[in-house]
């Protein structure tokens, strides 16, 4: 537990995988009446990295992003939420960013991404090579840097270098389903890299689905703290989560709020539990204060501009009558 919490405590990450533009619709407007949308960033490490930063971390992002006008915004959107781009780095031809287009509602809620020719898959070994691993405190990615080459083989190769700088690996499975070339390839992946992280963070679903079957994802959950992870934590949405740490269980519960839309939850837990891990709270306070981030992205419209900064999350944690019970 120490060598991972030590890590987080330096509050500076690294954070692998991709940054992308997203489209929204105006508050409960369905795509085919939307007369205008929004932009903003989105992807899932940019997230992550984007809303640690808010909250009053460091971040850089290791991606790849496309020689055009889309990585250029990319780019300034990381800069202006504080996200280090030193290891952010164009690629020309036909790589293009990936786009999200969804609708700002629940009821009836469509997003659709596009992911051809996808720029951050371009990310190689060169450029996890050129990362000075020495100066964060640990490393983050999400699952979906693996679903492609070369940007598997550069993850597992920046795993090792991690690893080697004594950085601990945090890793949100993250499983998309149209990146993957077969579920086969996915499962033996992913399960890979949860088995080479010290902190593995994700749903019911996903857990399930490296078990093989949703109903043997919590005992996969239990399995990995047991013998390769510190942390696991098992998120089941409404009804909250189960973290298994230390031979003991933590259940939690989350915050309800009038969601406006389901997407970014997940990051916005990732920055809010790691943020309050490094400020030395509780693994069952820091899980709780990511359920907060998570219930405050939903609520509003976006990914990454939705995320909270320091003075929203404490005045929604004042305010708030608080979580529901686990």
Same mark, same amino acid.
């Given at each position: 537990m120490s060598k991972l919490l030590d890590g987080i405590k330096a509050n500076n990450f690294v954070v692998l995988g991709r940054a992308g533009i997203d489209l929204y619709t105006d508050p409960g407007v369905a795509t085919e009446d939307a007369e205008t949308v929004t932009v903003g960033l989105g992807g899932s490490s940019a997230n992550i990295a984007a809303g640690i930063c808010k909250l009053g971390g460091q971040a850089s992002l290791v991606t790849r992003v496309s020689d055009d006008s889309i990585?250029?915004?990319c780019i300034g959107q990381l800069k202006r939420y504080g996200v280090g781009t030193e290891y952010v780095t164009p690629v020309g031809g036909e790589y293009r960013n990936s786009l999200a287009f969804y609708e700002s509602r629940v009821e009836g809620h469509r997003n659709v991404i596009y992911r051809n020719a996808a720029a951050d898959f371009q990310m190689d070994a060169g450029n996890v090579a050129a990362v000075d691993y020495g100066k964060f405190g640990a490393l983050i990615t999400a699952g979906t840097v693996?679903?492609?080459e070369p940007s598997r083989s550069a993850t597992f190769d920046a795993f090792g270098r991690a690893q080697i700088a004594g950085l601990p690996i945090i890793f949100?499975?993250?499983y998309r389903p149209y990146s993957w070339p077969s579920p086969e390839v996915a499962a033996d992946v992913l399960s890979r890299a949860a088995a080479q992280s010290d902190m593995i963070v994700g749903n019911d679903e996903e857990f399930g689905f490296m078990a093989g079957g949703i109903d043997k994802g919590l005992a996969k959950a239990k399995a990995l703290a047991e013998d390769t992870a510190t942390i696991v934590v098992y998120k089941m949405g409404e009804k909250g989560a189960v973290t298994f740490a230390n031979g003991e269980e933590i259940h939690t519960g989350i915050w309800p709020v009038e969601a406006l839309k389901p997407t970014g939850a997940g990051d916005s837990f990732m920055a809010g539990m790691v943020t309050g891990l #490094?400020?030395?709270?509780? +693994?069952?306070?820091?899980?709780?204060?990511g359920s907060a981030c998570a219930s405050i992205t939903v609520s509003r419209p976006g990914c990454a501009?939705?995320? #909270?900064?320091?003075?929203? +999350?404490?005045?929604?944690m004042t305010d708030h009558p608080g979580p529901t019970d686990a």
């Open positions: 990585g250029s915004y693996f679903a492609a949100d499975v993250d #490094a400020e030395g709270q509780s +693994l069952h306070d820091a899980i709780l204060r501009p939705a995320m #909270a900064n320091t003075p929203t +999350l404490t005045k929604f």
